[in-house]
Each structure stands twice: as C-alpha cells, then as structure tokens.
C-alpha cells in the first residue's frame, strides 16, 4: 500500500492554458474524490467517481474543468483555459466502496496561475 | 447547505498540555459521520478519529478523543500529552451521505516546547 499518489506536485502556468493534474489512488479502492483547497479554507468537494463512473459533480466544477477516470484506476483533471481564480491546491482522495468510509487523501498539487 | 464551522481560527497548547479543538456543524439529518484530519505543513491530509452519529460512545484513539453532543451538533477534539508532532491544521469533516465531505476552515494548534 503505497498511499495515494498526486502529480506534478507543483505547478505554475500562466492565464489562458490548460492544465492535467493526475491521481493515483490506493489500489483496489473504488472511490475517488477530487477537493480544491484554497488558502485558509477547507477542501472544497468538486466530483467523485465510483470505478470509472463519475456519480457527483459540485457546481464548483465549471464548464472548464473535467474529470476522468477511465479505466475505474487512475484519475485526471483538466483545467482548460487557466484563470487566476484557479490558483488553489488541488486534492484527490480515495476509499473503499461503501458508505461513510475514511477518506485517504495525497499530498496534492499546488496551481499558480499568472 | 451543509455546513462545518470552525471558530478558533489558531490555537496553541503546552507541550504535554491539554488542547480542545471545537466543531459544530448544521445538519438536518439524522444518520451521518464526522471526522478530524491532521493536515501538517507541507504534508498530506491524516485521518485523526472518526465518529458515527448513531454510536452513544464517543470515539477515542490514544491521546486523541472527542466530545461528540449530537442535540447540539458539536463535535470537539481533545488531544491530550500534546507533542510537538500534533503541530498542524485540523480539520473537521462532516460526511451526511457517504459520497462527499464537508470541512470546516481549520484550526492552526502550535505546540510550544
């Protein structure tokens, strides 16, 4: 059990281009959750998905953003025409199926957007 | 809207002292479950204890316990013999459906040696 993986860990790019983070949960865990975090909040839900099915999505996730998850595995998220309000910490968590489980969270990767 | 709120932005405690971190959430529903996270600088979100809403007894892992009061939707965290590695960001969680967490703001709780 290796724990879950974020890459890059850091990234910097400027207003207008796009960006793919990647996750790599705990193995065999179902579940994978994707939660930005900004300075001096709490992470903030964006969409989950159960295998390769995404099931919620938050209104935070607009137009811009989307996820994947195909084969029910890994997970990517796109960013697609940077703004500055993007700038935040991005978090992907993982759990087995079922309700209420302990989430396990990566180290994240922290979006600067000039 | 769910909500998490916690109020004391920065605590601070005596090495070996001990620390209660407060969280009252709003909720309507009557089955749900609630977290602590440990998120140290630079380092990735822990699981510090979990609580059901339907279990009487309040959640205890070593020096880590909660004072769970369900009538007033609070949900403190007490850390005794605190060390200078319980130096984080705490985290409240509150999950009402098993598909997404709700968190609070945070506490910063140093440790003063």
């Known amino acids: 059990d290796t724990g879950v993986s974020q890459n890059p860990r850091h990234k910097i790019t400027k207003r207008g281009q796009n960006v793919t983070f990647r996750c790599d949960p705990i193995s065999e865990h179902n579940r994978l959750y994707w939660y930005r975090q900004t300075l001096g909040q709490g992470p903030e839900f964006l969409t989950y998905f159960q295998n390769e099915a995404q099931l919620e999505k938050s209104r935070l996730l607009s137009d811009r953003f989307s996820a994947e998850r195909p084969k029910g595995s890994f997970s990517t998220l796109e960013i697609q025409r940077t703004e500055q309000g993007d700038s935040a910490m991005y978090l992907c968590?993982?759990?087995?199926?079922?309700?209420?489980?302990?989430?396990?969270f990566g180290p994240g990767t922290r979006l600067l957007v000039l | 809207a769910q909500t998490v709120t916690q109020s004391q932005p920065e605590m601070s405690v005596q090495e070996a002292e001990t620390v209660t971190l407060s969280c009252t959430y709003d909720t309507s529903e009557s089955d749900y479950y609630l977290f602590w996270y440990k998120q140290p600088p630079s380092r990735q979100m822990i699981l510090v204890i979990r609580?059901?809403?339907?279990?009487?007894q309040n959640a205890t892992e070593n020096r880590f316990s909660v004072n769970f009061q369900k009538a007033a939707k609070s949900f403190s965290l007490k850390i005794s013999d605190s060390q200078l590695g319980d130096a984080a960001m705490y985290f409240c969680a509150y999950d009402p459906t098993g598909n997404q967490f709700y968190f609070g703001t945070g506490t910063s709780l140093t440790v003063i040696p």
């Open positions: 609580q059901e809403a339907y279990k009487q």
């Open positions: 968590a993982s759990t087995t199926l079922g309700g209420h489980e302990t989430q396990y």
